[in-house]
């Protein structure tokens, strides 16, 4: 892009401009799948992004207060999730930040013992966009050589932190040759991602700040953020978006925070939440990496 182009405004801009924007990392053919494994309806993936201490880290915030907002993601969130899971049998991916991963080694290590998946989720939760040139493709190439070696196994999926995805997000995940990103939001249920109308075989699992607690239960002090929404309608929000993947035989995605969903009063939605999905029919409750690879075959 000259610099020219750069001082545009966008109704100035030309239509090969225009379309040239929105055909990147755009939603392609549809990868929902005509079955789903064991006669299932549906399909549930639930994600944990285990921020821990990243978020004020990230902002550059020093203050021992948030920072410990992040560890009680690790002290209290983590082992209640991991409690609830296997007492459901239900697997999940966690998504780490590289940062979070080497602050709590083991408990990744215990987590992906468990069988449940480990993903990349950035270095600090940087926000891409605001990343020098080239620095985008380093920090993820680390991120994930980090979770490797903590893992002993290379990550196959990411989530960008903050579901923030810039110009070079899509070269940099087929540089590192993933089977799929969970970031961006064209459908209800997985694509594949096109860029520049060419299919990329990158399988997409949308999330939406619908189905994520963070939207619901966030607070900042020095700002009017606050917690309007009372558990129970959150519950009711993901109960609503849960049945209508059910009834479209669809996928049902969560995004959840340890240090968020898990407290007292919250980590109990998730509880009842799980119960009526079981009791609803027959549900696959599966890892990202397991939904991408039974969506990607079906459609092959
Ligand atoms: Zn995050």
Redesign the pocket.
Known sequence: MNEAMQGEKPWEWSEARWRGIVGRARGGRSLAPRVWPEGAQCAVALSF?A?HETIPLRDNDESPMRISQGQYGARQGVPRIRRLLARHGCPATFFYPAVSALLHSEEVRGVVGEGHEIGI?SWI?ENNTSLPPGAERELTFRAADTLEKITGRRPVGIRT??WDFSADTLDVIRELGLLYDSSLMADDDPYEIEDGGQPTGIVELPPEWIRDDAVYFNMLRFSGLRPYTPPSAVEEIFRAEFDGALAEGGVFLLTMHPHIIGHRSRIVLLDRLIEHMKASGKVWFATHEQLATWCKQQAA
């Open positions: 992004d921020d989720h939760h932190a903050s």
